[in-house]
């Protein structure tokens, strides 16, 4: 786990699971910046890895560059540098697919968090997700860009049939697709006990809310432990795909949480 001077900290972990030989999925965490980043590759032979490196690279050393500390910015400029980062991101990888051979058709999905004093900044394209854990109760914060969460949004499928619906991994927004992006981005009020969790479609596709929630309840001090029991419980329920977790908070909410247990 990585505490930074500004009392944010993160913790992360990335599996390829009990299927995949290799892992496509790649995250950063940044505390001294108050940053973190999720991305999921998608392509052919190692490209999915390539398009998720570059992702997380690109916007990490774009935050990086601006030598601000995490509080040194408002959350409406922060949340326009995030749309600003992921284009750079989707620039890079759109160019490397069209220009060396073996890299044709990859792409990327993308989670950003950034926090921003007592907001937190998000932005993200494709269906990797950012939750919020916060008095006992997960709540999805962002809305995957998928076809299935298009039909819920009409009201064809219910939240449960797009769960187990064959079609639940096909985006319909990935970085390195189009020259442009449409990043969706947010900011939401941080409060000292919430949890912060992005994580890929690796870990959502097997492991329930409901078992999410419970791992978070009993999460402690450790984010890094609480990361790893994710990561085991969605192995355990068959590991399909690769897995990864960040989680991330306001330092003192879990000795908080660990006080009530």
């Known amino acids: 786990m990585v505490k930074s001077a500004k009392s944010i900290v993160m913790g992360g972990l990335t599996h390829p699971g009990r299927v995949r030989a290799e892992n496509e999925d790649c ?18 032979h190692q490209a999915g890895e390539v398009a998720s490196r570059m992702a997380v690279d690109a916007i990490a050393e774009f935050f990086s560059s601006q030598r601000r500390p995490a509080s040194g910015q408002k959350a409406a400029d922060k949340s326009k540098a995030i749309a600003e980062a992921i284009q750079k991101a989707n620039a890079a990888i759109y160019e490397a697919a069209q220009t060396r ?27 990797s997700r950012l939750y919020r854990f916060r008095g006992d109760a997960l709540e999805q914060l962002t809305k995957d860009h998928s076809v299935v969460q298009e039909l819920v ?10 769960r187990q619906s064959i079609a639940k991994n096909l985006v319909t927004r990935a970085l390195g697709v189009d020259q442009t992006i449409e990043a969706d981005t947010a900011a939401t009020t941080v409060q000292p006990d919430d949890l912060y969790l ?39 329920q068959g590991g399909p795909d690769n897995v990864s977790v960040i989680l991330a908070g306001i330092d003192g909410q879990s000795a908080k949480r660990e006080n009530r247990a």
């Open 153 to 162: 949004n009409r009201g064809l499928f219910t939240p449960e049939e797009a």
């Open 198 to 236: 992005l994580c890929s479609d690796g870990l959502t596709d097997v492991v329930s809310d409901e078992q999410i929630a419970e791992i978070l309840r009993h999460a402690g001090r450790d984010l890094d432990a609480a990361a790893r029991n994710m990561i085991d419980r969605a192995n355990e």
């Open 27 to 44: 995250i950063v965490t940044r505390s001294d910046l108050g940053l973190a980043v999720l991305a999921d590759g998608m392509g052919g």
């Open 101 to 127: 051979p073996e890299y044709k058709g990859m792409g990327s999905t993308v989670v950003v968090a950034m926090f921003a004093g007592d907001r937190l900044c998000i932005g993200h394209v494709g269906d």
